[in-house]
């Protein structure tokens, strides 16, 4: 007989929505100013194959990930924004295609393609340490928000924007690098 003891939790801290540290290699300033992160969703498709019988056997289907949302504080040069801004125009159709080029060059010494880059989410305990790291591999963004000026508003909040980006897949590893379990 298993002793129920064993089964429990050995560290009884809740984990807290504040304790993390953002770092994209490819945006550095957006990683400075990152003021919402998060684990995104996870979910497996399944495959209902029929039978005679008329009762569908569900098999596993493929891994689907969610988009990552990041939400980062604007400087006031835009400096930050302009990083995202300028990685979605070079993925995408841009002017002229010296600005992709521009791109390839700016990043080609780095290792692996110049459109994708790696991201951690450096998660923290209750004393500020990196408790566990969530990596993000071949990530690139899709979207950036707008940044809408408003001369009616009462009060002086800072810009925020938030990009959304794809990723090949995320890894949730301990402080050793290594797989979670």
Not at 95 to 104: L, N
Not at 128 to 133: E, G, I, K
């Amino acid at each position: 007989m298993a002793n129920w003891y064993q089964d429990q939790l050995t560290n009884k801290n809740f984990l807290s929505p504040i304790g993390f540290i953002f770092v994209l290699d490819k945006a550095k300033r957006v990683s400075f100013l990152c003021q919402k992160a998060e684990i995104p969703s996870l979910t497996v498709g399944n495959i209902d194959i029929p039978t005679r019988g008329m009762a569908r056997i569900p098999v596993e289907g493929n891994i689907v990930y969610g988009d990552l949302s990041l939400e980062f504080v604007v400087d006031e040069d835009l400096q930050n924004y302009m990083e995202i801004h300028n990685w979605i125009r070079a993925l995408g159709t841009p002017q002229d295609m010296k600005e992709r080029s521009d791109w390839i060059k700016k990043f080609a010494n780095r290792e692996g393609d110049a459109r994708f880059s790696d991201a951690t989410l450096q998660v923290l305990n209750n004393n500020n340490l990196v408790n566990f790291d969530v990596v993000f591999k071949q990530l690139f963004p899709i979207e950036l928000t707008s940044l809408p000026f408003d001369v009616t508003q009462t009060d002086n909040e800072y810009f925020t924007a938030t990009a959304m980006f794809k990723y090949m897949l995320y890894e949730v590893r301990n402080k050793n690098s290594q797989k979670r379990r």
